[in-house]
């Protein structure tokens, strides 16, 4: 099994739950709160934890209960979290989020100590990059950590993956040629690129805008839908299986974790992406962020059904 390196953030989530979203001047009443260990990068690492995988995190929590509480719940899903700094000048980073009654969720992110994490401190852990074999990241990080790490991965000839969430149109054009496997949904990819996105064409041709400026290949997920797969030479749709979803937190993350941990065990690009969808379709049928991401034995059947 190859090793897989996260780096990346790590929020406490404070989910509240609503009929539906607030338009600008509209005063809602929330049904309830809940918190639940999050964060992009945390939820990747759970993930692939939680499926099996060998897996570390680099990342910056506050010198706090929130941030002792995110650590733990990592370990206890067998992820390495010796490279998780605690930071006592910045508390643990938090995520607001809103889940309507369809699952449906908006999401607020205060970075806190995950702002932290520097490329001087990322050159620390150049270790941790030379140990792994494939490297997730997302944007709730400083860009110019997110560029140092694609370009020690580079130079390191490490498989880098981006999921590029939150989208931002400025990212620098140095970041695509490095970037081996990047995992946007549909509303991403049109930040990314400038493009609509509301047809499958133009979804087509919005990765192709990603292939051009040297992604080498591009992964749209597709809701419901499920996935496509563009690389250059074909596009590939890959259906979702039909579930009635509760909340979709951690859906996008637990896809990319699970597809990145399928190549860390020899599977195939197209085997990967079918059991990421299965992984996310169970994912959006429940509730949390971490909580929701379904273990190895659960997904077993995926393994060889998808």
Same mark, same amino acid.
């Given at each position: $099994?190859?090793?897989? %390196?996260?780096?990346?953030?790590?929020?406490?989530?404070?989910? %509240?739950? *609503? /009929?539906?979203? #607030?338009?600008?001047? &509209?005063?809602?009443?929330?049904?309830?709160?809940?918190?639940?260990?999050?964060?992009?990068? +945390? @939820?990747?690492?759970?993930?692939?934890?939680?499926?099996?995988?060998?897996?570390?995190?680099?990342?910056?929590?506050?010198?706090?209960?929130?941030?002792m509480i995110l650590t733990e719940n990592l370990a206890q899903a067998g992820v390495d979290t010796t490279a998780i700094n605690r930071m006592p000048e910045a508390p643990t980073g938090m995520a607001i989020i809103d889940v309507d009654k369809k699952g449906d969720n908006s999401i607020i992110v205060i970075s806190g100590a995950n702002a932290c994490l520097t490329p001087d401190l990322l050159r620390k852990q150049k270790a941790s990059v030379e140990w792994s074999d494939f490297i997730m990241t997302q944007l709730e990080t400083p860009i110019d950590t997110v560029l140092e790490l694609a370009r020690m991965a580079k130079k390191?000839?490490?498989?880098?993956?981006?999921?590029?969430? #939150? +989208?931002?149109?400025?990212?620098?054009?140095?970041?695509?040629?490095?970037?081996?496997?990047?995992?946007?949904?549909?509303?991403?990819?049109?930040? %990314?690129?400038? $493009? #609509?996105? &509301?047809?499958?064409?133009?979804?087509? =041709?919005?990765? /192709?805008?990603?292939?051009?400026?040297?992604?080498?290949?591009?992964? *749209?997920?597709?809701?419901?839908?499920? +996935? $496509?797969? !563009?690389?250059?030479?074909?596009? %590939?749709?890959?259906?979702?299986?039909?579930?009635?979803?509760?909340?979709?937190?951690?859906?996008?993350? !637990?896809?990319? !974790?699970?597809?990145? @941990?399928?190549?860390?065990?020899? $599977?195939?690009?197209?085997? =990967?992406?079918?059991?990421?969808?299965?992984?996310?379709?169970? *994912? *959006?049928?429940?509730?949390?962020?971490?909580?929701?991401?379904?273990?190895? /034995?659960?997904?077993? /059947?995926?393994?060889?059904?998808?």
């Open positions: $099994m190859k090793k897989v %390196l996260v780096v990346g953030s790590l929020n406490m989530d404070m989910v %509240l739950s *609503v /009929d539906h979203h #607030p338009v600008p001047g &509209e005063t809602i009443i929330g049904d309830g709160i809940t918190y639940h260990p999050g964060g992009k990068g +945390a @939820n990747q690492a759970y993930a692939v934890g939680k499926l099996g995988g060998d897996v570390r995190i680099i990342g910056c929590v506050g010198w706090d209960n929130n941030g390191a000839d490490k498989c880098m993956i981006l999921d590029p969430s #939150p +989208a931002r149109a400025d990212l620098p054009d140095e970041l695509f040629p490095l970037i081996d496997i990047m995992k946007p949904n549909e509303k991403e990819l049109s930040i %990314l690129t400038g $493009m #609509p996105t &509301e047809t499958d064409e133009e979804i087509k =041709a919005a990765a /192709d805008a990603l292939l051009e400026k040297g992604v080498s290949k591009v992964v *749209v997920t597709l809701g419901a839908r499920g +996935a $496509m797969l !563009a690389d250059g030479n074909e596009k %590939l749709f890959f259906e979702a299986k039909p579930v009635v979803p509760v909340d979709t937190t951690a859906a996008g993350a !637990a896809f990319t !974790a699970a597809m990145v @941990n399928g190549l860390a065990q020899e $599977m195939g690009m197209i085997q =990967a992406i079918r059991m990421a969808n299965g992984v996310a379709s169970i *994912v *959006v049928t429940r509730h949390g962020a971490q909580a929701s991401i379904p273990d190895r /034995d659960e997904i077993d /059947d995926l393994i060889w059904n998808y």
